[in-house]
């Protein structure tokens, strides 16, 4: 899949994603249970070669 046709998600608007008081791993996903230095969805893509299955948008 090309860099252009790869669906993006915004972890700052699902409900798993979280932020630490790390300052080395700001990012957190709470579904997955780890923490990052960027968004979450961009290691899930590095990792599994897909785009985050686990992505629900947050109730306002």
């Known amino acids: 899949m090309s860099a252009n ?3 993006r998600v ?8 979280a ?5 080395k791993f700001p990012n957190s996903c709470r579904f997955f249970g ?7 969805s ?3 893509f ?3 070669g897909e785009v ?3 992505y ?3 109730k306002p």
């Open 5 to 7: 046709k790869i669906k």
């Open 10 to 17: 915004n972890c700052m608007s699902c409900k798993y994603y």
């Open 19 to 23: 932020v630490t008081w790390e300052p």
């Open 34 to 40: 780890f923490k990052t230095t960027g968004p979450p």
């Open 42 to 44: 961009v290691t899930v």
């Open 46 to 48: 590095k990792t599994t």
């Open 52 to 54: 985050c299955e686990a």
């Open 56 to 58: 629900e948008k947050k």
